[in-house]
């Protein structure tokens, strides 16, 4: 089963995601990466199953997540992976930037907790219920199938 890398700072909002998660029956397990570079580490490193979404902080230190997502982004084998910021910012810079730099999706963290609660549910369902993921091995999404 494939995992959820989780990018996040703050214990409060990493333990609301978990919970989140585990409320909703979401039994992948997840990856915590606590700055950006943390995370491209993990991304990067080819033991390391490709996860089946990431949700990404914006501000982290070491290396913001624009920064992250710009390097993901960059990376073959990362290239086409699910992306979704999931932010306290309401700069619309930082929307704009976001998308411009490849997001999939840009979700502000709402500050109560049930609303917090329900977003992550809500992103957990689409994400790894609803939506079509990516395949994962060639580095351009297609398989041997497709190939030629």
Do not use: C
């Not at 084998?77 to 999939?104: C, K, M, Q």
């Not at 609803?130 to 041997?144: F, K, L, Q």
């Amino acid at each position: 089963m494939r995992p959820i890398l989780l990018v996040e700072d703050n214990q409060d909002d990493i333990d609301l995601t978990l919970m989140a998660l585990a409320d909703e029956q979401i039994v992948n397990p997840v990856e915590v990466a606590r700055d950006g570079v943390e995370a491209l580490v993990y991304l990067e490193n080819e033991a390391n199953e490709l996860p089946l979404v990431v949700l990404l902080d914006l501000k982290l230190p070491r290396m913001s997540g624009h920064e992250v997502l710009t390097r993901i982004r960059a990376n073959p084998r990362t290239r086409i992976l699910p992306v979704v910021i999931l932010t306290s910012s309401t700069e619309e810079r930082d929307l704009h930037t976001s998308y411009s730099n490849g997001a999939n999706a840009y979700v502000r963290k709402p500050v109560d907790f049930d609303r917090f609660h329900d977003v992550v549910r809500q992103l957990g369902l689409f994400w790894l219920v609803i939506n079509e993921n990516p395949p994962v091995g060639d580095p351009r999404g297609m398989g041997a199938a497709h190939a030629g």
